[in-house]
């Protein structure tokens, strides 16, 4: 189908930036059809080149276009999104929304190179230095500072469910994953019921079903 909206994606235990477009879309109840390439194997390389033209994924493809990166994906989908808006309606809500997700899209290397998303792995050993710990501290502030803002709209960081929401969503498994204590890093339980509540979306859980049926045991990069 000409029109057929396709996002390519990477493993769903690993693939973290995969899973920001594909949870915004779910959630928007955008339809597209899936396409998988797996990452970590020798061939991984010329797999994606056959999609992107970053060398990364995810990929959304649609006809002739293609889009790549995972924040401009949130963004097309954002403005293709029919009944679900993916951004507050609120201009100054929306900028500071966008600044949260620009900042995980840019920052928090340690974390990420640390505390890799490993959706179904744990491991409650893991001391993490102090970058990744500043790392921790600072998006602990930025749910707890944005859920108190817009704590009327909903239980996501600007009310409803935003780009912001699926930008962060594989921070939530990896603390999850990592056993870290948010407490020990500022939280007042506001950003650990936020967590909470990201995890318990009903499409978190289906990626989570999708993970389990790769069949990949854990043991994070
Ligand atoms: N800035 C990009 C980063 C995408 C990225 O690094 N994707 C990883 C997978 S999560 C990838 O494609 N790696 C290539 C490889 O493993 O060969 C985005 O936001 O989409």
């Known amino acids: 189908m000409h029109n057929e909206i396709v996002l390519v994606i990477g493993n769903k235990a690993w693939s973290s930036w995969s899973l920001r477009p594909w949870l915004a879309a ?39 276009l293609t889009v790549w990166d995972s924040l401009a994906i949130c963004e097309y989908l954002a403005e293709i999104s029919a009944h679900v808006k993916l951004w507050p309606d ?15 899209h840019s920052s928090f290397h340690a974390l990420r190179k640390e505390l890799s998303m490993d959706f179904h792995a744990r491991f409650n050993r893991v001391e993490p230095s ?15 500072d944005t859920r108190k803002a817009y704590d009327a709209g909903g239980p996501f960081l600007f009310g409803a469910f935003s780009v912001a929401d699926a930008m962060y969503a594989p921070v939530a498994t990896r603390f999850r994953t990592y056993g870290i204590d948010l407490a020990a890093f500022g939280d007042d339980g506001t950003a650990a019921a936020y967590a909470h509540e990201v995890l318990s979306l009903p499409a978190m859980h289906d990626w989570g079903q999708g993970a389990a049926r790769e069949g990949i045991a854990g043991g994070a990069a």
Do not use: N, T, Y
């Not at 970058?131 to 707890?144: E, G």
């Open 90 to 104: 609120d201009p100054a809500a929306r900028a500071v929304a966008r600044s949260v997700a620009a900042e995980i």
């Open 26 to 64: 779910k959630v928007a109840g955008i339809p597209f059809r899936e396409e998988h390439v797996q990452l970590r194997q020798p061939d991984s390389a010329a797999q994606i080149a056959r999609h992107s033209p970053s060398a990364r994924v995810p990929v959304l493809k649609r006809g002739a």
């Open 130 to 144: 102090d970058a990744a710990k500043a790392d921790i501290a600072r998006i602990v502030a930025v749910w707890r």
